[in-house]
T-cell receptor
Framework: GAVVSQHPSWVICKSGTSVKIECRSLDFQATTMFWYRQFPKQSLMLMATSNEGSKATYEQGVEKDKFLINHASLTLSTLTVTSAHPEDSSFYIC??????????????FGPGTRLTVL | GENVEQHPSTLSVQEGDSAVIKCTYSDSASNYFPWYKQELGKRPQLIIDIRSNVGEKKDQRIAVTLNKTAKHFSLHITETQPEDSAVYFCAASMSRGAQKLVFGQGTRLTINP
């Protein structure tokens, strides 16, 4: 149980275009989802926290108008990188945390999406 | 906010020896401390976690210790094997609010055959 999927697994796009990444909890309801960015040989940096049906909470320094997050259902959150530029190239990973029935605090990670902006 | 420091950044040990990775955290309110193993291009995999109400937890060759007073926790891997080679991350989280995970900088562990 506790499987999280991400789509696509990798994407290459041109500078200035927008890219949408989906994160789904397949076998549980995710009350909270998190979006991370990981640059090569670096740690995971939290970008934002999203709760189903409410606006995402962004970490300091993350542009909310550039990284649009939608958490419209308990099993789906999306991250849209708008007007992507080469510096946005990174590994984007989502995680999901369930409700009271799930292990306290534990987050379940998606497989990640490798974004390359040309 | 919470800050997690992890050492060393790289660690190389002979197969069969033990490996120890250490982390410190800043916020005494943190009460959940997971350890993740990440292979290149893959998702982080939870290998063990500990909560603040216990001082030590063991799962086969892996153990974690927690010192709440000193605000540090450590990962111990015994009888290391080549497949243990990966990047390991510690993290800390609080029970209140969004329960965000704050990650350490990571340790690249290499097991030499």
């Amino acid at each position: 149980g506790a499987v999280v999927s991400q789509h696509p697994s990798w994407v290459i796009c041109k500078s200035g275009t927008s890219v949408k990444i989906e994160c789904r909890s397949l076998d549980f309801q995710a009350t909270t989802m998190f979006w991370y960015r990981q640059f090569p040989k670096q740690s995971l940096m939290l970008m934002a926290t999203s709760n189903e049906g409410s606006k995402a909470t962004y970490e300091q320094g993350v542009e909310k108008d550039k990284f649009l997050i939608n958490h419209a259902s308990l099993t789906l959150s999306t991250l849209t990188v708008t007007s992507a530029h080469p510096e946005d190239s990174s590994f984007y990973i989502c995680s999901a945390r369930g409700g009271s029935s799930s292990s306290y605090n534990e987050q379940f990670f998606g497989p990640g999406t490798r974004l390359t902006v040309l | 906010g919470e800050n997690v420091e992890q050492h060393p950044s790289t660690l190389s040990v002979q197969e069969g020896d033990s490996a120890v990775i250490k982390c410190t955290y800043s916020d005494s309110a943190s009460n959940y401390f997971p350890w993740y193993k990440q292979e290149l291009g893959k998702r982080p995999q939870l290998i063990i976690d500990i909560r603040s109400n216990v001082g030590e937890k063991k799962d086969q060759r892996i153990a974690v210790t927690l010192n709440k007073t000193a605000k540090h926790f450590s990962l111990h891997i015994t009888e290391t094997q080549p497949e243990d080679s990966a990047v390991y991350f510690c993290a800390a989280s609080m029970s209140r609010g969004a329960q965000k995970l704050v990650f350490g900088q990571g340790t690249r562990l290499t097991i030499n055959p």
